[in-house]
């Protein structure tokens, strides 16, 4: 594990994130504008496909981190049956799950069920497809649908707060099953199908169309939903950077296209690979 890791494991993760979020959300001019400046120069943020494109009008870090796109910014790929990358970011893995496995990274696997903090529904998606989309710091930071369907169910799950990036995934086992996360469960043309929301070190939230803003509990939180929503359609969205899983059941019969790997750089509503129902 490397020192990074390791010293995740032993600062205060939520005491952190909480201060963070606080700060985020502040709406003192000095404040705000020395958060958003700041974060903007350090990792060479430009507006220049966003909706508000001058600094000063955003009235919060949090409301300039959540900043909305321009119309024409995106395009969502209308090949019939595709799915499409829910956020702009990297891919971290991407392909089959074996029996009940997600590959996390080279050599690391993590179990469905534990993802989704229910066994039945992990049993469900055996044998399924999965692609998890990291989103950088700099990256757009709302979540779409990957696909058209129906949100039947949210589940927050509380957990831990490690940094998602490679270094993180590569020596953290089961990451994206012990961070704090948002399962969102859809009846699609496919079946059932998951996107899930990870949360990740100084997140201050997780906020879903369905929820609003997560408040954090000790407790799993499920809720029942009957929102029907396109591909394409905001699903959520992160207050500072993290991770989106999506899962698809085996009968998808996903079919990733060959020129998508780890690492390689998406855009949210780009082609990713096509259901073969």
């Not at 940094?163 to 996360?181: G, H, I, K, Q, Y």
């Not at 997140?203 to 009957?226: F, L, P, W, Y």
Request: charged share 20%.
């Amino acid at each position: 594990m490397t020192l990074f890791t390791t010293i995740q494991q032993f600062v205060p993760q939520q005491k952190l994130s909480k201060i963070a979020g606080r700060l985020a959300a502040s709406r003192h001019p000095v404040v705000k504008r020395a958060f958003i400046r700041s974060f903007a120069k350090a990792y060479g943020v430009s507006l220049d496909e966003y909706e508000r494109q001058s600094f000063n009008a955003y009235e919060s870090f949090n409301d300039f981190f959540t900043r909305e796109l321009k119309d024409e910014a995106r395009a969502i790929d209308p090949t019939a049956n595709g799915i499409v990358s829910p956020a702009d970011g990297i891919i971290s893995q991407l392909g089959q799950i074996d029996d009940s496995k997600l590959l996390q990274a080279k050599g690391r696997h993590y179990d469905i069920g534990q993802l989704l903090a229910d066994s039945s529904d992990g049993h469900y998606f055996a044998d399924g497809s999965f692609a998890t989309i990291y989103l950088a710091p700099s990256n757009y930071h709302r979540v779409h649908m990957p696909f058209a369907g129906t949100l039947t169910k949210t589940r927050y799950v509380p957990g831990t707060l490690f940094s998602v990036n490679n270094t993180t995934a590569a020596n953290v086992p089961d990451l994206f099953a012990r961070n704090e996360r948002l399962v969102c469960l859809f009846d699609t043309q496919y079946g059932k199908a998951a996107v899930v929301m990870v949360g990740a070190m100084i997140v201050a939230g997780i906020q879903s169309v369905a929820t609003g803003k997560i408040v954090r509990t000790d407790d799993i939180q499920e809720d029942e939903h009957n929102m029907k929503l396109e591909k394409g359609d905001e699903l959520g969205r992160f207050y500072l950077g993290s991770t989106a899983i999506v899962i698809l059941p085996k009968e998808a019969k996903a079919d990733w296209l060959n020129g998508l790997h780890a690492n390689s750089v998406v855009q949210m509503g780009q082609l990713l690979g096509v259901a073969k129902v």
